[in-house]
């Protein structure tokens, strides 16, 4: 136990320059109180004391902001930075080294039985806000971009980014032209400009038909009226 400790202290220190001191991150650091409480309340869920585990798991929510359900499973050095509105479903898998901000959801997509969390592989970092949702598997070494939605199996080496999460880069190639988690693409907007653009296009062939009648109605004008002038 001791050791695992040791180890989470040591992950907060690897994952957050602002940690000056063990004193201030035992004492301060909500993540990390909220893991150790899921390790409570995990140990309890599986001896079957269901609901003493939901107690711990819900005093932890109120202390920290986190609600990590006692069902989940959580690997080593798991790190939560600045985790407030984290949420962590109850057959949600991670696996080691994963970091996560705050915001993130892991959950499901409906009322199904069974397995409906996803499962988060090693070495994953989990932007702000993001939303991963179903039972599928985030693969080892990936980045979520923040405010990504993931309706999807993500394979490894992979980075997200969007609603709905589109992958953008894979094994260190651009699948994408770039890269830029501050501009992050927006469905509404490119719908909005393909919708534009459609009615510029309606624009021109109405402009095109209306100058079309105009002349044709003009002809037939002026041939009866140049057939009276010469007849006179």
């Known amino acids: 136990m001791f050791k695992k400790i040791k180890s989470d202290i040591r992950t907060v220190f690897e994952n957050d320059p602002a ?3 063990v004193f201030e991150v035992v004492f301060t650091y909500s993540g990390l109180h909220a893991v150790w ?3 409570i309340a995990h140990a309890l869920f599986k001896r079957r004391w269901y609901s ?28 939560i930075d600045h985790g407030m509105g984290v949420v962590i479903g109850e057959t949600c ?12 959801t892991l959950g499901g997509t ?17 932007g702000s806000g993001a939303k ?3 039972s599928f598997t985030i693969g080892e070494n ?24 589109k992958i953008v880069k894979q094994n260190g190639e651009r699948i994408r032209d770039r890269l830029d988690h501050t501009n992050l693409p927006d469905p509404i907007v ?39 002038l010469q007849k006179r």
């Open 190 to 228: 490119d719908t909005l400009r393909s919708m534009q653009k459609e009615i510029d296009e309606l624009r021109r062939e109405l402009a095109q038909k209306t100058d079309q009648t105009a002349a044709s109605d003009a002809e037939r004008i002026e041939v009866p009226l140049q057939r009276d």
């Open 132 to 134: 991963v949702l179903g």
């Open 93 to 104: 898998e991670i696996g080691d080294n994963v970091v996560i901000y705050q915001g993130v």
């Open 52 to 79: 003493l585990a939901r107690m711990i798991s819900q005093f932890s929510r109120f202390m920290t902001g986190i609600e990590i359900h006692p069902g989940a499973k959580i690997g080593e050095r798991f790190f």
């Open 19 to 21: 940690a000056r001191g």
């Open 110 to 126: 409906g009322k199904e039985k069974g397995k409906r969390h996803p499962t988060i592989g090693s070495n994953v970092v989990i």
């Open 142 to 165: 990936s980045n979520i971009g923040s405010n990504a939605v993931v309706l999807r199996e993500v394979p490894p080496n992979s980075t997200v980014v969007g609603n709905p999460g």
């Open 37 to 39: 409480a899921h390790r």
